[in-house]
């Protein structure tokens, strides 16, 4: 770890005016990545501001009957609030099946929406990886990519958004709140916040330098069966190979958006319209342009098969209700 | 003592203790943390420094150069060992792999630096300042690919690398029933909870190395040799490790660079593997390509049995010995089984735990329910068909006793078998389509003398040390059962020493050998004290008991408090086998169930149920352990 510098901002102007101080300056809150990847020199922050002091805490109502997260609420209390369990039942699911009782105990939903991909040319620092250090290569194109991107890969880098939170806010159409360091606030759709790689894998989302995140805010519920359903290696704590978050309505309609398989979570609007005629149907749209490699050219396939069990369980839902 | 002969009634054998649902001894302090793990010996000596290891950062070829600069120069740094100070170590006996020294890379994050510092993240961060410049060549690393062209090898345990009996090729040609099929398995990591990891002190020519190590005699014989010191100048101690699944079963670059970096800094210094680099700087278990061709008559009695193994390790490597079980499991007159190897510049492949058998029989019990199907006969009626009482190579040599029948038919009958639908797919539970599976379990016993030294003190405690290991399985608890059984006293006054090279040499942990040689090597020892007690006392040693902490003999008792005198009793002996295992075949076995649910759109697979039926074991030592 390189020696760093550390301050407790006490409001977000005063986090926002150390981060404009200081150029190479990390915020920092549950710390569960960001800790991990100085340690290995992967992140090499001059100084850490720690925003933990700063409230974004809480889970509000917004004027339009949706709810507004704070950006510090821990996932651990997010899964468990009354609201999110009962009107937005996929992202409680979906927080529950990611890491581990201890790691969600302490991430917070910005951090989460943050987490950086676990490709394992990434983490060793001995292999190229061009989002780690941009123009050196990607080791994972030709190495072993059973874990990596199918669809929005670039020649550049092929590694996933890991998480699982974001793909259960993705289908609800959450957007994410932030205040940059001349107090200005701005929101930005979820759909437009994770970056493709491109030729600039290491870009991974739409903040600007020092810009904070201050909370997410969910639409109005929307009912349907919330279903978040992930495949993995192992039963539990593993990242997923393919996860599939679902509101699907009484009429067959709904949303739908992938895990596991893109850098970013992965919603076609377009595809959706295909929902009624099951999974092959959607999943067609949905994975048009794909990329695989010969290690996870299986996620296709598994796709359209997770998807066709959150179906059937949507329907024996609907067939319990009436 | 040597043991060449049955065993008959001895004091073991009235199971006060020995036997019973005993709490682990050791419980207590692993449960709260205060159970004294390698690493965090602050106690043992003063000013302890820390030593970060770097390693190569290419898999084949050479160093060209390392600079050091901007390393020795970061913060706190203290010293620093490179590879190029020094030609390549001395192997270990048990050694394939160079630990360290030269220039020469022959697999990934194989060791090339340690850096000494005051504290771990000083060395960590300065090993990241460390500069090296690389000459890469081409390795090999694809076992598929080397398949075809490797040659045959022998491995661990005797095993040849062509074994025949009868004419394999002509009963295979004229059965009537064939199965010729390919399985593979991946290479696989040790990752035990604690990682390896060595605290070393020298004082003097003396080196003290606190360490996480299965076998204790082998480490401190493999660290002496690789250093280059006369044996009796280091001593190992290893009281408690956090799991070793045979990874811990050598010697490994944490102990000898912790012992280099002592040295140079002219302080104590510790050293762990970081999770990264377990992977690769350590040993693994081998990837395997197998071949089984199963021959059959259609009544299911098997004729002719091929079982062939390729797996890569590097030059001097052995196989992983994949066939071993095939030799002995089931019937069959004409018999084939061979092993090739094939040169990888992989880390060194060796012990995980069940090595051999792990890959092995998971392949020939595939094997067998496949050709059970072809043969439309039941998998557990095909192998109790085909059970053999005698080691099939050599007729004339039975197994010393063989239950595998009985764990089948027992677990069968357990299990609720009967109730299986042998026809796939048949039987759903809501989406999960749900089936019954059977396997034969299979290891042979293992033999190896074990020692140990007892000691009764004028408090009347009784003292066992032996440089036995404890990695988690019970150890301490089943050596004070066996010490308290044999003196007579409760538990609490049985202490237990282990770990440590100044105590006798025992078995060790490892490959299924542990628990019955250690605890016959205490036997042993507590024999030798009991005869010494009852000769001291002028007992019959004919007509003696030891209990309740005294010992009697007719009409007299003496407490052993006051039997061991002023200065207590000390005796040492050990369990030394005779040549039983050439007249029989000692192997354990077990029938395994399981109930396992498949997805039916996502092919996730779970466990519902299992059920393992194990015989071999003539006496259970802990029924808590052994549950």
């Known amino acids: 770890m390189k020696p760093f510098t550390y301050e407790r901002a006490k409001s977000p102007a005063e986090a926002a005016a150390a981060a404009a101080r200081n150029p190479d300056a990390k915020f920092i809150a549950g710390g569960t990545n960001l800790l991990d990847l100085m340690k290995l020199e992967i992140e090499t922050p001059k100084h850490l501001i720690d925003v933990n002091g700063l409230g974004f ?19 651990t209390d997010l899964a468990a609030d009354e609201r999110i369990r009962r009107d937005y039942g996929v992202l409680s699911r979906a927080i529950v099946a990611g890491a581990s009782g201890q790691l969600r105990n302490k991430a917070t939903t910005a951090g989460n929406l943050l987490q950086r991909t676990r490709c394992p040319y990434f983490y060793d620092t001995n292999q190229p990886c061009n989002k780690r250090k941009p123009g050196s290569g990607c080791a994972a194109l030709g190495g072993y990519s059973r874990q990596m991107a199918v669809i929005g890969v670039s020649d550049a880098c092929i590694a996933t958004y890991p998480g699982d939170m974001a793909v259960a806010m993705r289908v609800l159409g959450a957007s994410v709140e932030t205040v940059n360091a ?14 493709l790689p491109g030729t600039t894998p290491h870009v991974e989302n739409a903040l600007a330098p020092g810009e904070l995140i201050t909370a997410v805010t969910l639409p109005r519920p929307v009912g349907g069966t919330q279903i978040y359903y992930k495949v993995r290696d192992r039963a539990s704590y593993a990242f997923a190979l393919v996860s599939v978050a679902a509101v699907i309505q009484p009429d067959d309609t709904g949303q739908v958006a992938v895990g596991g398989i893109a850098p970013r979570p992965w919603r076609v609007e377009a595809a959706e319209g295909e929902l009624p005629h099951g999974a092959k149907a959607v999943v067609g749209l949905l994975l048009t342009g794909a990329k695989p490699t010969n290690d996870n050219k299986f996620k296709i396939k598994l796709v359209e098969r997770t998807l066709g069990a959150v179906l059937a369980e949507a329907k024996e839902a609907k067939a319990q209700n009436s | 003592m040597k043991f060449d002969t049955p065993a008959t009634t001895n004091p073991i054998d009235q199971l006060k203790v020995v036997g019973k649902a005993t709490e682990r001894i050791d419980g207590k302090l692993k449960t709260t943390g205060t159970a004294p793990y390698a690493y965090e010996r602050h106690d043992v000596v003063p000013n302890q ?16 150069g390392m600079d050091l600069d901007d390393a020795k120069a970061a913060p706190g740094v203290i010293t620093i060992v490179s590879t190029l100070d020094m030609p390549k170590l001395p192997l270990g006996k048990t050694n394939i792999a160079c630990l360290f020294g030269g220039a020469e890379i022959a697999h990934y994050h194989q060791a090339i630096a340690l850096v000494v510092a005051e504290t771990f993240e000083q060395a960590r961060a300065a090993a990241s300042l460390i500069r090296v410049g690389y000459a890469r060549v081409q390795g090999k690393f694809d076992l598929a690919a080397e398949a075809n062209a490797a040659p045959p090898k022998d491995g661990h345990s005797g095993a040849g690398p062509i074994d025949r009996v009868g004419n394999f090729e002509a009963a295979f040609q004229a059965a009537k029933v064939k199965l010729d099929e390919q399985y593979s398995t991946p290479d696989q990591s040790h990752m035990m909870m604690e990682p390896h990891a060595s605290l070393a002190a020298w004082d003097g020519a003396k080196l003290t190395v606190w360490t996480s190590n299965q076998m204790i005699a082998w480490g401190k014989r493999d660290l002496a040799k690789t250093l280059s010191l006369p044996e009796e100048n280091v001593r190992l101690i290893s009281p408690y490790i956090g799991g070793g699944f045979g990874g811990k079963l050598f010697l ?52 002719a049995i091929a079982h062939e193994s390729t797996s890569g390790n590097l030059p001097d490597g052995k196989p992983e010995t994949a066939v071993a079980q095939t030799k002995l499991l089931y019937a069959g007159a004409n018999r084939l089984t061979f092993m090739k190897l094939a040169i990888l510049d992989l880390p060194e492949g060796n012990a995980m735990r069940a090595p051999g058998e792990a890959p092995g029989l998971m392949a020939l019990e595939i094997a067998m329910d496949e050709m059970a199907e072809r043969l439309g006969l039941d998998p557990v009626e095909f192998r109790v068909l085909n059970d053999t009482q005698v080691d099939p190579e050599k007729p004339d040599r039975p197994f010393s006793r063989r239950q595998l029948v009985k764990c089948l038919r027992e677990g069968a009958e357990h299990f609720g078998w009967n109730k299986r639908n042998p ?23 293992q033999l190896t003398k074990s020692a140990a030294r007892v000691r009764l003190g004028r408090d009347g405690v009784v003292t066992v040390e032996t440089d036995m290991t404890d990695i988690g399985t019970g150890t301490y608890t089943i050596i004070a059962q066996t010490a308290a059984e044999m003196m007579g006293v409760p538990l609490d006054k049985v202490v237990v020493l282990l770990g440590d090279s100044s105590f006798p040499v025992s078995a060790g942990s490892g490959g299924q050998w542990g628990a019955n040689n250690s605890t016959a090597g205490v036997y042993a020892a507590c024999v030798k004290l009991r005869e010494a007690i009852a000769q001291k006392l002028g007992f019959n040693p004919a007509d003696i008991e ?39 075949q000692q192997s354990t076995f077990a029938g395994h169930f399981v109930e396992a649910a498949v997805h039916s759109f996502t092919g996730e697979t779970r466990i519902r149920r299992m059920l393992a039926v194990c015989a071999g074991a003539s006496l259970i030592l802990s029924q808590r352990a052994a549950k």
């Open chain 2, 546 to 584: 030891f209990a309740d902490g005294k010992v009697c003999s007719g009409d007299r008792s003496v407490l052993l408090a006051e039997a061991a005198g002023d200065k207590g009793l000390s005796f040492e002996d050990g369990i030394e086998y005779g040549d039983l295992a050439k007249k029989y």
């Open chain 2, 423 to 445: 026809k796939p797919g048949q039987v759903r539970d809501g989406r999960w389509l749900v089936g019954m599976g059977v396997a034969a379990g299979f290891r042979n016993n």
């Open chain 2, 252 to 303: 490994r670059a944490d102990a000898v660079l912790a012992a280099l970096g002592a040295r140079a800094a002219g302080r104590p210094v510790k050293v762990a593997l970081t999770r990264p680099m377990m992977a690769n700087n350590t040993t693994h278990r081998p990837a395997t390509i197998q071949r089984i061709r199963i021959g059959a008559s259609l009544d299911g009695k098997i004729t």
């Open chain 1, 57 to 75: 805490d809480k889970i509000e109502p917004t004027p339009d009957g949706g709810l507004r997260i704070g950006a510090l609420v821990r996932n």
């Open chain 1, 182 to 195: 001349h107090g200005t606030r701005r929101t930005i759709p979820l759909g437009d916040f994770h970056k």
């Open chain 2, 49 to 64: 420094a820390y030593g970060f290891i770097l390693g190569a950062a290419i898999a084949k070829g050479r160093i060209s």
